[in-house]
Nanobody
Framework: VQLQASGGGLVQAGGSLRLSCLASGLTFSTYVMGWFRQAPGKEREFVAAMRWSGGSTFYADSVRGRFTISRDNAKNTVYLQMNSLKPEDTAVYYC????????????????WGQGTLVTVSS
């Protein structure tokens, strides 16, 4: 699976952004698509994930209620709608895919996009 993320940028606190992740070569019905982020000097952390088949969603506590993960099957694209952004949301955001293992652990994901930078100013 090849992943291509886009949509990052600079936004003021309280604003919104939508990230997109185009997936090619996706064939497994049990596949999970996830979003992770990594701030400077910090470890990569789980943000949100969705089962490609069925659409179950999973969120980190820090973003639940503000971020929404969704997909467009026809476009093989996963989105991360980010609302009420905070300066602490500033990070490089990565989309990733995995066919097995923990949904919440970066090491379980075997396909990664190139990352897109989100900067939230105060």
């Amino acid at each position: 699976v090849q992943l291509q993320a886009s949509g990052g940028g600079l936004v003021q606190a309280g604003g919104s952004l939508r990230l997109s992740c185009l997936a090619s070569g996706l064939t497994f019905s049990t596949y999970v698509m996830g979003w992770f982020r990594q701030a400077p000097g910090k470890e990569r952390e789980f943000v949100a994930a969705m089962r490609w088949s069925g659409g179950s969603t999973f969120y980190a506590d820090s973003v639940r209620g503000r971020f929404t993960i969704s997909r467009d099957n026809a476009k093989n694209t996963v989105y991360l709608q980010m609302n009420s952004l905070k300066p602490e949301d500033t990070a490089v955001y990565y989309c990733a895919g995995r066919s097995s293992g923990s949904i919440y652990v970066a090491g379980a994901y075997d396909s990664w996009g190139q990352g897109t930078l989100v900067t939230v100013s105060s």
